[in-house]
């Protein structure tokens, strides 16, 4: 069975070498990675025997399509200053501390550096995502409970 860290790391070495795309099969697991050209490629894994009992993975049997990303960084060419906040892992993406709390963050809140924007849960584990620079929230890119992929834009942050 392939953890999250492993798939990362896959990741990590498909985008650092020339390699344009990598299969793997273990134990029934199969992984086919491509580094996108377009708006045509994405992530998948074909994963059966990756079943989690009490909580399925967005990986199974998904893919990720490019266009988003695509899409998102077409717009903030015309605003180049703006900093893309991408989420660092698959997950869930939650605005919010819990459901009757407010959001983190809000299009135009002043954040600095450090501060929570949100809260990422892979596999029942819950991951504060900090503001690496301080600035202004121009756009928040994925509302609260939707499921993120890794590299995903998930806020455009004006920084100041």
Not at 97 to 117: E, F, M
Request: charged content about 25%; some cysteine.
């Amino acid at each position: 069975m392939m953890d999250l860290e492993f798939l990362r790391n896959l990741i990590e070495i498909i985008e650092d070498s020339d390699l344009d795309t990598i299969e793997l099969e273990h134990e029934g697991t199969k992984i086919k990675l491509a580094k996108a050209s377009g708006k045509e490629a994405g992530w998948s894994v074909n994963a059966p025997d990756l079943s989690m009992k009490d909580n399925p993975s967005p990986l199974v049997d998904e893919v990720v399509s490019a266009e988003t990303v695509s899409t998102v960084e077409a717009e903030t060419g015309a605003n180049s200053n703006l900093i893309e906040v991408k989420s660092p892992m698959v997950g869930t993406l939650y605005a919010a501390s819990s459901p009757d709390a407010d959001s983190y963050v809000k299009v135009g809140s002043r954040v600095n550096a450090g501060d929570t924007l949100c809260i990422l849960e892979a596999m029942k584990l819950m991951n504060e995502l900090e503001a690496e620079v301080s600035g202004v929230i121009e756009e928040v890119c994925v509302q609260n409970g939707e499921p993120v992929q890794y590299g995903q834009v998930l806020f455009l942050l004006n920084p100041s």
